[in-house]
C-alpha cells in the first residue's frame, strides 16, 4: 500500500499529456498489485493464491519498467526514481518469499 501511494504521489507530477498513457499505466500498475495479492489471497485453493500473486509479480515488473521509461525521458529525477526503487525492490523480495513460503505449504 506503501508502494501505490508513493506512485499516486509521483505521478501527481507527470506531465499533462501522460494523463491517459504513462501516468494511467503506471497507477493501473501499482493498483493491480495489491488487488491481484488480495484476490489470490481470498481464493480457497493454493493454485488458484498462486496464480494471482504470479499476477502481482508481473504488475511489479511491469511497474518498474514504466519508472525506468519515465526517467529514461526525464519525467522523474533520478532521486524520485532511487526512492521508488527502494519501495518496488522491497516489494519484489517480499512477494518473493510469500511466494516461496505459499508453494511449501501443505494447503489444497
Given at each position: 500500500?506503501?508502494?501505490?501511494t508513493?506512485?499516486?504521489?509521483?505521478?501527481?507530477?507527470?506531465?499533462?499529456?501522460?494523463?491517459?498513457?504513462?501516468?494511467?499505466?503506471?497507477?493501473?500498475?501499482?493498483?493491480?498489485?495489491?488487488?491481484?495479492?488480495?484476490?489470490?489471497?481470498?481464493?480457497?485453493?493454493?493454485?488458484?493464491?498462486?496464480?494471482?500473486?504470479?499476477?502481482?509479480?508481473?504488475?511489479?515488473?511491469?511497474?518498474?519498467?514504466?519508472?525506468?521509461?519515465a526517467?529514461?525521458?526525464?519525467?522523474?529525477?533520478?532521486?524520485?526514481?532511487?526512492?521508488?526503487?527502494?519501495?518496488?525492490?522491497r516489494?519484489?523480495?517480499?512477494?518473493?518469499?510469500?511466494?516461496?513460503?505459499?508453494?511449501?505449504?501443505?494447503?489444497?
Amino acid at each position: 500500500m506503501k508502494l501505490i501511494t508513493e506512485i499516486y504521489t509521483l505521478t501527481k507530477a507527470y506531465p499533462k499529456e501522460e494523463t491517459y498513457a504513462l501516468t494511467s499505466q503506471t497507477k493501473r500498475a501499482a493498483v493491480s498489485i495489491a488487488a491481484n495479492i488480495a484476490e489470490g489471497l481470498g481464493r480457497q485453493y493454493k493454485k488458484d493464491t498462486l496464480q494471482f500473486l504470479h499476477i502481482a509479480r508481473g504488475s511489479l515488473y511491469e511497474l518498474e519498467t514504466l519508472l525506468i521509461v519515465a526517467k529514461n525521458i526525464e519525467i522523474i529525477d533520478e532521486e524520485d526514481f532511487k526512492n521508488t526503487e527502494m519501495l518496488w525492490q522491497r516489494s519484489i523480495q517480499l512477494l518473493n518469499g510469500f511466494i516461496n513460503y505459499y508453494e511449501k505449504t501443505e494447503l489444497k
